[in-house]
T-cell receptor, first 109, second 115 residues
Framework: GQNIDQPTEMTATEGAIVQINCTYQ??????LFWYQQHAGEAPTFLSY????GLEEKGRFSSFLSRSKGYSYLLLKELQMKDSASYLC??????????FGAGTTVTVRA | IAGITQAPTSQILAAGRRMTLRCTQD?????MYWYRQDLGLGLRLIHY???????GKGEVPDGYSVSRANTDDFPLTLASAVPSQTSVYFC??????????????FGPGTRLTVL
């Protein structure tokens, strides 16, 4: 089976930076996704990493280290609308996404 | 552009009843998926279809069946609902089922309660 771990909850202040870590042990690796999911809504795509390093996309960045089985999602200049769950998902050998349980981020004013 | 639609939005169902959750996509994607999402467990794959006419079992297929008669529709059926099937169900689709970078797009979900 696949094993994907991420913290359950994080709280941060508006304007701050938050880093959500994800560690994984899977049967093969064909990339890692981060999805955002607001309460009561569908998950939406944020980022995809398959090579080591940092991918920056506006206020959001995603990092991958394949040798360490580790990724993080960095949210900068936090806004209230960033309060949501963030899902880490790995693509193993069978190409069927395996999701972590998600990290709920609460942004306080 | 609708993307993926699911029906119903929510449903309360008596145990033992049969129920079909509907999913339709208009993106002409080859692959479609059904997940359930439970607190603390994340999204778990129930069944998938790599292309019209084919289906496969995911991580938690027991008690569920699917069919894929055409590209657009992928219904999920609970033959005899049990309380442990209370969950939020998401349908998703993607263009290519065997490409790592292929993004899955999710429907709005169906909240199902089995009493």
């Amino acid at each position: 089976g696949q094993n994907i771990d991420q913290p359950t909850e994080m709280t941060a202040t508006e304007g701050a930076i938050v880093q959500i870590n994800c560690t994984y042990q899977t049967s093969g690796f064909n990339g890692l996704f981060w999805y955002q999911q607001h309460a009561g809504e569908a998950p939406t795509f944020l980022s995809y990493n398959v090579l080591d390093g940092l991918e920056e996309k506006g206020r959001f960045s995603s990092f991958l280290s394949r040798s360490k089985g580790y990724s993080y999602l960095l949210l900068k200049e936090l806004q209230m609308k960033d309060s949501a769950s963030y899902l880490c998902a790995v693509v193993p050998n069978d190409y069927k996404l395996s999701f972590g349980a998600g990290t709920t981020v609460t942004v306080r004013a | 552009i609708a993307g993926i639609t699911q029906a119903p939005t929510s449903q309360i169902l008596a145990a033992g009843r049969r129920m079909t959750l509907r999913c339709t996509q208009d993106m002409r994607h080859n692959a479609m998926y059904w997940y359930r999402q439970d607190l603390g467990l994340g999204l778990r794959l129930i069944h998938y279809s790599n292309t019209a006419g084919t289906t496969g079992k995911g991580e938690v297929p027991d008690g569920y069946s699917v069919s894929r008669a055409n590209t657009d529709d992928f219904p999920l059926t609970l033959a005899s609902a049990v309380p442990s099937q209370t969950s939020v169900y998401f349908c998703a689709s993607s263009d290519s089922p065997d490409r790592g970078s292929d993004t899955q797009y999710f429907g709005p979900g169906t909240r199902l309660t089995v009493l």
